[in-house]
């Protein structure tokens, strides 16, 4: 069975930084891309950032490019989303996906596996 398990959101002040983590169990995803999105209350799930099996090459959205880094840990399964200079407009419950063989994973159709979830919600 595959789970993707979320951890490291939280409360931060606007300004602030947060790192997420992804671990996945079940197999292994170093061949597929793994990404990041978030849904805000009332908005459509977004995409916020994507990485190659390679871990050479990502791909960011606008909203958050040279803010928020996205890493992997092939070895340890995990994928990682570093958040810096953190916005309130960034509050929402942010996603880890998993399995996609496409690139540039930006739809959330490209993945096969998703985690359930950990909030992020910034004060201003």
């Known amino acids: 069975q595959v789970q993707l398990v979320e951890s490291g959101g939280g409360l931060v002040q606007a300004g602030g930084s947060l790192r997420l983590s992804c671990a996945a169990s079940?197999?292994?995803?170093?061949?597929?891309?793994m990404g990041w999105f978030r849904q805000a209350p009332g908005k459509e799930r977004e995409f916020v950032a994507a990485?190659?099996?390679?871990?050479?090459?990502?791909y960011y959205a606008n909203s958050v490019k040279g803010r928020f880094t996205i890493s992997r840990d092939n070895a340890k399964n995990t994928v990682y989303l570093q958040m810096n200079s953190l916005k309130p407009e960034d509050t929402a419950v942010y996603y880890c996906a998993a399995g996609a063989s496409s690139w540039p994973a930006t739809s959330g159709r490209s993945y096969d596996y998703w985690g359930q979830g950990t909030q992020v919600t910034v004060s201003s």
């Open positions: 990485i190659k099996w390679s871990a050479f090459i990502t």
């Open positions: 079940g197999r292994t995803f170093s061949n597929y891309a």
